[in-house]
């Protein structure tokens, strides 16, 4: 079994300063994990992905991600913040034994203020 | 330009009525997903299909349809059996399972509003 839990359902930062989503997963398996962005009435975009190679994953748009296995994480960072940043955030695992099949977290608003 | 389409945008249906949401793709994958977003809620598994003629229910197939024809196209029925139909629908493809953890591509979504 699988799962993914988002530890913030909304993040608040100020233009220019660093982000922070925060995603910790479960899998019985070896894990592929994923963040996609999705901003109002779009469908999701890939932001970047783990598929154990480097634990530290360069995605666009400045974002990166550490797949910490001790901690069973995987946060979605950005040094600073632009207002178009501001979406919804989506961390996602999946694994060989589900078959490409994938389980989303809850979902992490971010909004960035002027 | 290779990607996934949706449409219509935005559908409005009255109560009882079945609808279907298209969903074409032109990447060569054989892999194709629905889900369906409810405000603030992450994305539920509806159906999917692995490859053509062949399709599997999702977490939450209840009340919904599929067809799976050809290798592009994959639409699905909301019927009117369906007790909370409105929502965010949302088409996915990928490539099969292999050695490597293949990403899905996402359409552009369809909004259905039920009344």
């Known amino acids: 079994a699988q799962s993914v839990t988002q530890l913030d359902s909304h993040v608040s930062v100020s233009e220019g300063t660093p982000v922070l989503l925060r995603c910790n997963y479960s899998?019985?398996?070896?894990?592929?994990l994923f963040w996609y962005v999705q901003h109002p009435n779009k469908g999701l975009q890939l932001l970047l992905k783990?598929?154990?190679?480097?634990?530290l994953v360069k995605g666009i748009n400045g974002f990166e991600a550490e797949f910490k296995k001790s901690e069973t994480s995987f946060h979605l960072t950005k040094p600073s913040a632009h207002m178009s940043d501001a979406a919804e955030y989506f961390c996602?695992?999946?694994?060989?034994?589900?078959?490409?099949?994938?389980?989303f977290g809850g979902g992490t608003r971010l909004m960035v203020k002027p | 330009d290779g990607g996934i389409t949706q449409s219509p945008k935005y559908l409005f249906r009255k109560e009882g009525q079945n609808v279907t949401l298209s969903c074409e793709q032109n990447?060569?994958?054989?892999?194709m997903y629905w889900y369906r977003q409810d405000p603030g809620q992450g994305l539920r598994l509806i159906y999917y299909?692995?490859?053509?003629?062949?399709?599997q229910k999702g977490d939450i197939a209840e009340g919904y349809s599929v067809s799976r024809e050809k290798k592009e196209s994959f639409p699905l029925t909301v019927t009117s059996a369906q007790k909370n139909p409105t929502a965010f629908y949302l088409c996915?493809?990928?490539?099969?399972?292999?050695?490597?953890?293949?990403?899905?591509?996402f359409g552009p979504g369809t909004r259905l509003t039920v009344t």
């Open positions: 996915a493809s990928s490539s099969p399972p292999g050695a490597t953890m293949n990403e899905q591509y």
């Open positions: 899998s019985s398996y070896s894990p592929s």
């Open positions: 783990y598929t154990s190679a480097a634990t």
């Open positions: 996602v695992v999946t694994s060989n034994n589900a078959g490409n099949m994938l389980t």
């Open positions: 990447l060569n994958h054989d892999a």
């Open positions: 299909s692995q490859i053509v003629n062949d399709f």
